[in-house]
């Protein structure tokens, strides 16, 4: 059973930058492919970022292609979300996931951490 805890949220400005970890425990980290999530209020939780076991492949929504990075370091245990260029609609709770495929469909991730609140003023 892996457990998982995100921190990094907090309030930003328009334009700034945040860095997410996504702590794993439980498991071997290095077992699974990881994804960030977002959840606004009202809205659906969505697909933001998902990286592979290894790191070698990561993937992203469109609308965060060049403002986000997602990247692991394994033996750490931990996966980051480093955020760039920040808009008010990103403002949102998010989530990481752990599961068997970097893919952005949520049902795919078996352990989900309990989300970090971002919150990004105009």
């Known amino acids: 059973q892996v457990q998982l805890a995100e921190s990094g949220g907090g309030l930003v400005q328009a334009g700034g930058s945040l860095r997410l970890s996504c702590a794993a425990s439980?498991?071997?980290?290095?077992?699974?492919?990881m994804g960030w999530f977002r959840q606004a209020p009202g809205k659906e939780r969505e697909f933001v970022a998902a990286?592979?076991?290894?790191?070698?492949?990561?993937f992203y929504v469109a609308s965060a292609k060049g403002r986000f990075t997602i990247s692991r370091v394994n033996a750490k245990g931990t996966v980051y979300l480093q955020m760039n260029s920040l808009k008010p609609e990103d403002t949102a709770v998010y989530y990481c996931?752990?599961?068997?495929?970097?893919?952005?469909?949520?049902?795919?991730?078996?352990?989900w951490g309990q989300g970090t609140q971002v919150t990004v003023s105009s």
């Open positions: 996931a752990a599961g068997s495929r970097p893919v952005a469909t949520a049902i795919t991730y078996d352990y």
């Open positions: 439980g498991g071997t980290v290095s077992n699974y492919a």
């Open positions: 990286i592979s076991e290894s790191g070698g492949s990561r």
